[in-house]
């Protein structure tokens, strides 16, 4: 569940001119469609990215799965919208018809983060607005509204909490951590998922219909809740979980039956800038790039070739410069080199690599480029991105160092630097497509060591339009956008 809200800019050249910048990425998904919850207006699963409808190029900030539903906010208005299943009114609505397509929930503008949460059914959903309100709806039955009630509805209500910076929900409870940096929890606490630290008799042993504050955690930067249990990451890379830990889930390097832990323990993890947990396993990304994950493991949502549990963090393979990451059910995904990359569980096509086998080690998602966000629901994923021009083949594995492009900003120019560089001595070849994905040049094919080099292209004969430069070296590539704007 994750909740990223990153902007990357896509560089345009001016001819004569100077350069600007812009942000045109949309909302792709993929995995299992049974109820319409890939917002493209069928219910056929995909195995590669396709677009949400209703969505213009830019228009969305961030989104999150729940399992069979999702949610986003829309850039021009900052209102929140929802498709797929709506049997307990987690699409906000007012109804429990399931859609399709984006359709409006009945919220003002003004939100900035949305949680999708639940299990098979019944689920519900979460929104914080600017001002510092949490809305919910859908499903209550243990109190996941945090509004002293246990009623479901299809129309959203509000938390009984003010000063909320981010928000988490897990399958029948919630986080959120407030302007102070404290964080609160709410909903069902029999495994200890709210940390409030409370004793058999208290009144909130077994759930709280309203916020608690979660005991001795302080300077709470993120959060994360999954089955029965949470995770916070604090402001010195450190990550902090509770809860049950049946199977390795709050990575202390113990686990079983009956393991539970009710207030905030150290996980033996340092240097950590992102978390995220869905089910029962917890992903972290770090500092140096690399990404650990630790809990279930039996689909390879490990990423390191194993159908391991672990109860203390592993890392996964082949991802050395991760920035973002994000939880499914049984599957998980990272942000490498503005690419997005997907593995464990694969039963629904979650992994977006056009199959249905699922990989115990991280595989490309197919197509996607310039990727800022990504979110995944039980056997569903998404990317806020671009996309290849379909005639552009994809296949390979990723460069370990990407294509990167500058453009000089001088007045009169109409060339840019194309900076690159190589891991392994071989052949090498560097084409440019336009955005049919035809071949408009192939501008070197050549041997070449290893190491880094440029080579300037000259754009005096471009038109104005969207090109793409792909650095081949044997069946590796890296892939940069580019448009070219004649003023």
Same mark, same amino acid.
């Given at each position: 569940?994750?909740?990223?809200?990153?902007?990357?800019?896509?560089?345009?050249?001016?001819? &004569?001119?100077?350069?600007?910048?812009?942000?045109?990425?949309?909302?792709?998904?993929?995995?299992?469609?049974?109820?319409?919850?890939?917002?493209?207006?069928?219910?056929?699963?995909?195995?590669?990215?396709?677009?949400?409808?209703?969505?213009?190029?830019?228009?969305?900030? @961030?989104?999150?799965?729940?399992?069979?539903?999702?949610?986003?906010?829309? *850039?021009?208005?900052?209102?929140?919208?929802?498709?797929?299943?709506?049997?307990?009114?987690?699409?906000?609505?007012?109804?429990?018809?399931?859609?399709?397509?984006?359709?409006?929930?009945?919220?003002?503008?003004?939100?900035?983060?949305?949680?999708?949460?639940?299990?098979?059914?019944?689920? $519900?959903?979460?929104?914080?607005?600017?001002?510092?309100? %949490?809305?919910?709806?859908?499903?209550?039955?243990?109190?996941?509204?945090?509004?002293?009630?246990?009623?479901?509805?299809?129309?959203?209500?509000?938390?009984?909490?003010?000063?909320?910076?981010?928000?988490?929900?897990?399958?029948?409870?919630?986080?959120?951590?407030?302007?102070?940096?404290?964080?609160? *929890?709410?909903?069902?606490?029999? $495994?200890? &998922?709210?940390?409030?630290?409370?004793?058999?008799?208290?009144?909130?042993?077994?759930?709280?219909?309203?916020?608690?504050?979660?005991?001795?955690?302080?300077?709470?930067?993120?959060?994360?809740?999954?089955?029965?249990?949470?995770?916070?990451?604090?402001?010195?890379?450190?990550?902090?979980?509770?809860?049950?830990?049946?199977?390795?889930?709050?990575?202390?390097?113990?686990?079983? *039956?009956?393991?539970?832990?009710? +207030?905030?323990?150290?996980?033996?993890?340092?240097?950590?800038?992102?978390?995220?947990?869905?089910?029962?396993?917890?992903?972290?990304?770090?500092?140096?790039?690399?990404?650990?994950?630790?809990?279930?493991?039996?689909?390879?949502?490990?990423?390191?070739?194993?159908? @391991?549990?672990?109860?203390?963090?592993?890392?996964?393979?082949?991802?050395?410069?991760?920035?973002? %990451?994000?939880?499914?059910?049984?599957?998980?995904?990272?942000?490498?080199?503005?690419?997005?990359?997907?593995?464990?569980?694969?039963?629904?096509?979650?992994?977006?690599?056009?199959?249905?086998?699922?990989?115990?080690?991280?595989?490309?998602?197919?197509?996607?480029?310039?990727?800022?966000?990504?979110?995944?629901?039980?056997?569903?994923? $998404? *990317?806020?991105?671009?996309?290849?021009?379909?005639?552009?083949?994809?296949?390979?594995?990723?460069? @370990?160092?990407?294509?990167?492009?500058?453009?000089?900003?001088?007045?009169?120019?109409?060339?840019?630097?194309?900076?690159?560089?190589?891991?392994?001595?071989?052949?090498?070849?560097?084409?440019?497509?336009?955005?049919?994905?035809?071949?408009?040049?192939?501008?070197?094919?050549?041997?070449?060591?290893?190491?880094?080099?440029?080579?300037?292209?000259?754009?005096?004969? +471009?038109?104005?339009?969207?090109?793409?430069?792909?650095?081949? %070296?044997?069946?590796? $590539?890296?892939?940069?956008?580019?448009?070219?704007?004649?003023?």
């Amino acid at each position: 569940m994750n909740r990223i809200k990153v902007i990357f800019i896509t560089m345009v050249c001016l001819l &004569a001119g100077v350069t600007r910048l812009f942000a045109d990425q949309e909302l792709w998904a993929w995995g299992n469609n049974n109820f319409g919850q890939l917002g493209d207006s069928t219910k056929m699963g995909r195995w590669v990215p396709v677009k949400v409808h209703k969505f213009a190029p830019g228009d969305v900030i @961030t989104m999150d799965g729940g399992p069979r539903h999702s949610l986003a906010i829309r *850039a021009s208005d900052s209102t929140v919208w929802a498709w797929g299943h709506n049997d307990c009114g987690q699409l906000g609505n007012g109804t429990t018809t399931e859609s399709l397509e984006p359709c409006s929930t009945h919220l003002p503008g003004g939100f900035i983060e949305v949680v999708g949460a639940g299990v098979n059914a019944p689920c $519900y959903s979460l929104a914080l607005r600017a001002d510092g309100t %949490v809305w919910a709806w859908g499903y209550n039955g243990e109190g996941q509204f945090g509004n002293n009630t246990k009623n479901n509805s299809s129309l959203p209500c509000s938390t009984w909490i003010d000063n909320v910076v981010a928000i988490a929900g897990g399958i029948s409870h919630a986080l959120a951590i407030k302007s102070d940096s404290t964080v609160w *929890a709410w909903g069902r606490n029999e $495994y200890g &998922a709210l940390g409030d630290s409370s004793v058999w008799g208290d009144s909130t042993w077994f759930e709280s219909l309203k916020p608690v504050q979660v005991h001795n955690l302080t300077n709470a930067i993120e959060i994360a809740a999954g089955s029965e249990y949470s995770a916070a990451l604090k402001d010195d890379g450190t990550v902090w979980s509770w809860g049950d830990n049946a199977y390795g889930t709050l990575g202390i390097d113990t686990m079983g *039956a009956g393991t539970r832990v009710r +207030f905030p323990c150290s996980t033996h993890i340092f240097d950590v800038i992102a978390i995220d947990v869905f089910f029962l396993h917890t992903i972290s990304a770090k500092s140096d790039g690399t990404v650990w994950s630790w809990g279930l493991g039996i689909f390879g949502q490990m990423g390191n070739n194993s159908d @391991t549990t672990c109860d203390k963090p592993v890392q996964a393979h082949i991802l050395t410069n991760a920035t973002a %990451v994000t939880a499914g059910h049984g599957h998980s995904l990272a942000i490498e080199d503005s690419t997005a990359w997907a593995w464990g569980l694969n039963n629904g096509g979650q992994l977006g690599n056009n199959s249905t086998v699922t990989q115990k080690e991280p595989v490309q998602v197919h197509n996607l480029i310039n990727v800022t966000a990504i979110g995944a629901g039980r056997e569903h994923s $998404y *990317a806020i991105g671009d996309t290849f021009p379909a005639a552009i083949a994809i296949g390979g594995k990723k460069i @370990t160092d990407p294509i990167s492009l500058a453009v000089a900003p001088t007045v009169g120019r109409n060339s840019f630097c194309i900076k690159y560089s190589i891991p392994k001595s071989g052949f090498v070849r560097l084409k440019l497509y336009d955005i049919t994905g035809s071949v408009k040049n192939v501008l070197f094919e050549k041997d070449l060591r290893c190491g880094s080099y440029s080579s300037t292209l000259d754009l005096s004969d +471009f038109s104005s339009g969207i090109y793409f430069l792909r650095l081949e %070296v044997g069946n590796k $590539y890296a892939v940069k956008k580019f448009e070219v704007v004649k003023i």
